[in-house]
């Protein structure tokens, strides 16, 4: 049996894996060609690899040998899952345990809009904050008592709400399955986005979800809003709420962008209504070892035909 990884792992994965199969291990920091991937993919019973490596129709129709693609990451826009249940590829991924981590975040960045604490970061360094406390210094907005709409409930979602509850504010929800929680008021969609004061998004991205907020859902927006993402960036119409953003009317905190990284000439970086990040909801070291171990767990029960501890569909 053989096993691809697309990226550097340590050493004791690596025993791991050679334990049971051939390895061929992609060692460097930069991302694997495709003629690379796709040549050693041709004899690969398995496939471990990350969110930045697009695992396509094409490269799936020359695995013929393969039976399992393990990713780290609870996102899965990255392979042609059709294509994969097509070829009879089974999809391992990491939902769960990168949960909280993401939640926290979300919630850092909606402090760190609110309270514009970049911006204070910036002042202090730059050596431009010289006359100590003044009465209208870095005025932000709230977090506690504001009204948070949260666009998808899944787990992620759902965590983001338990924090909010603790600040005090209003939780309201839209979701494709209307799955329904204590304590949150599921609307309809534009309603949401009239209405909050942070709209937030945690649904997965899809075909049906892919620019799901464009100019028309970011002008629904009240004055003075904030858009956090920590999802996916494609989700959003970037160039429309880069235009909301430099008329000053919506504010942002992202994590997550159409391109990643974020290219050098993206007008965003320019704004100080936003706050960038550079995708790391899940990064932090505990979560990162969970998601790792839960991958190796999927790459090595796909390789023995066992069911996966987190098959991609499994409810
Ligand atoms: C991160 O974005 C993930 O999908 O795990």
């Not at 981590?101 to 979300?106: F, I, M, R, V």
């Amino acid at each position: 049996m053989k096993v691809v990884v697309t990226f550097p792992i340590p050493d004791v994965a690596k025993q791991m894996i050679s334990e049971q199969a051939v390895l061929q291990c992609w060692e460097s920091e930069e991302s694997i060609p495709t003629s690379t991937l796709i040549d050693w993919a041709t004899d690969a019973d398995a496939i471990l690899t990350t969110l930045t490596c697009s695992i396509d129709s094409e490269l799936l129709a020359h695995a013929q040998q393969l039976k399992v693609i393990s990713t780290v990451s609870v996102g899965v826009d990255h392979i042609d899952v059709d294509a994969a249940a097509e070829h009879g590829v089974i999809v391992g991924h990491t939902p769960g345990v990168l949960t909280d981590s993401t939640a926290d975040l979300t919630l850092a960045l909606m402090l760190g809009v609110g309270r514009r604490v970049a911006e204070g970061d910036a002042l202090i360094r730059s050596g431009a904050w010289s006359d100590g406390w003044k009465p209208n210094l870095l005025l932000g907005t709230d977090l506690s008592g504001a009204t948070v709409g949260l666009i998808g409930l899944g787990p992620i979602g759902q965590a983001v709400a338990t924090r909010l509850k603790g600040f005090g504010c209003r939780v309201l929800a839209s979701n494709r399955t209307l799955r329904s929680v204590e304590g949150i008021e599921l609307v309809d969609r534009d309603i949401l986005l009239s209405t909050a004061d942070i709209v937030s998004l945690h649904t997965a991205l899809t075909p049906e979800t892919s620019g799901m907020i464009g100019r028309r859902e970011l002008a629904l927006m009240q004055d003075g809003a904030m858009l956090i993402n920590t999802a996916r960036g494609a989700l959003v119409d970037e160039a429309a709420l880069v235009a909301e953003i430099k008329s000053g009317r919506l504010r942002a905190g992202l994590d997550v962008y159409a391109e990643e990284p974020l290219p050098l000439a993206s007008e965003l970086r320019e704004l100080p209504g936003c706050v960038l990040l550079p995708h790391v909801g899940s990064a932090t070291e505990r979560t990162r070892r969970a998601m790792f171990e839960l991958a190796l767990a999927n790459l090595f029960a796909g390789l023995q035909g066992r069911d996966l501890p987190a098959r991609l569909g499994a409810a």
